[in-house]
C-alpha cells in the first residue's frame, strides 16, 4: 500500500513551459485535492475532486487544470508556467464522508524561471 | 469564508518541557473539523490530532492534547514531555463537515526543540 505517490519529487521549469504534475493514490479513496505551499501562507487549495469526473476550483486555481478520469489518478496541469508559481505541491486523498483526515503525497517542489 | 490564524511564527522548547501552539478560526458552519499537522524537514504531512466541532471533550494523542474552545473559536495544541523529533512545522486546519475534504490551513508555526 504506497499511499499518496506524487512524481516528479523536483522539477525545474521555464516560463512559458508547460507540464503535468502527477499524483496517484492506492486506498480507493472518493476525494482528491492539490495545494500549494507557500512561505508564510501556509497551505492553499488549487482544486479538489469528490469522485472520477467530477472536479472543483478552490482558493487559487487560476493556471492550472486538473481532470480525473479514474477513481486513482488526479494530475495537475500547468498551461503555461509562471514565476509565481514557484511553491512545492501537494496531493492529498481522503475517504468520503465526514471528518476524515487528508493523507497527503511527499510533495513537488517546482522552481519556475 | 472561513479562516485560521497562527499567530506565533516561531515557537522553542527544552526537550522534556510542555510547549502550547496557539490557533484561531472562523467559519459560518457549525458541523466542522480541526486539525493538526506535523511538517518535518522531509517535508511530509503528517496528521497530529483531529478534533470534531460536536465533541466538547478535548481530544488526546499521547503526548499531544487540544484545548478546544468553541465559543471562543480557539484550537491550541498542547506537546508535553516534548522530544527532539518534535521538531517541525505545525499547521492548524479547519475542514467544514459538507465541505468534501476541502482544508483550510493556518499560516504554520516552526517548533525548535532544545536539547
Known amino acids: 500500500n504506497a499511499g499518496v505517490t506524487q512524481t516528479p519529487k523536483f522539477q525545474v521549469l521555464k516560463t512559458g513551459q508547460s507540464m503535468t504534475l502527477q499524483c496517484a493514490q492506492d486506498?480507493?479513496?472518493?476525494?482528491m485535492s492539490w495545494y500549494r505551499q507557500d512561505p508564510g501562507m501556509g497551505l492553499r487549495l488549487i482544486h479538489y475532486s469528490v469522485g472520477a469526473g467530477i472536479t472543483d476550483q478552490g482558493e487559487v486555481p487560476n493556471g492550472y487544470n486538473v481532470s480525473r478520469s479514474t477513481t486513482e489518478d488526479f494530475p495537475l496541469r500547468l498551461l503555461s508556467a509562471a514565476p509565481s508559481q514557484t511553491s512545492v505541491y501537494f496531493c492529498?486523498?481522503?475517504?468520503?464522508?465526514?471528518?476524515?483526515?487528508?493523507?497527503f503525497g511527499p510533495g513537488t517542489r517546482l522552481t519556475v524561471t | 469564508a472561513q479562516t485560521v490564524t497562527q499567530s506565533q511564527p516561531e515557537m522553542s522548547v527544552q526537550e522534556a518541557e510542555t510547549v502550547t501552539l496557539s490557533c484561531t478560526y472562523d467559519?459560518?458552519?457549525?458541523?466542522?473539523?480541526l486539525f493538526w499537522y506535523k511538517q518535518p524537514p522531509s517535508r511530509q504531512m503528517i496528521l497530529v490530532i483531529r478534533?470534531?466541532?460536536?465533541?466538547?471533550q478535548n481530544a488526546t494523542e499521547n503526548r499531544f492534547s487540544v484545548n478546544f474552545q468553541k465559543a471562543a473559536k480557539s484550537f491550541s495544541l498542547k506537546i508535553s514531555d516534548s522530544q527532539l523529533g518534535d521538531a517541525a512545522m505545525y499547521f492548524c486546519?479547519?475542514?467544514?463537515?459538507?465541505?468534501?475534504?476541502?482544508?483550510?490551513f493556518g499560516q504554520g508555526t516552526i517548533l525548535t526543540v532544545h536539547p
Open positions: 492529498a486523498s481522503r475517504p468520503g464522508g465526514r471528518g476524515y483526515e487528508q493523507y
Open positions: 486506498m480507493n479513496h472518493e476525494y
Open positions: 467559519t459560518s458552519e457549525s458541523d466542522y473539523y
Open positions: 486546519a479547519l475542514g467544514g463537515g459538507t465541505s468534501y475534504g476541502k482544508l483550510t
Open positions: 478534533q470534531e466541532a460536536y465533541k466538547q
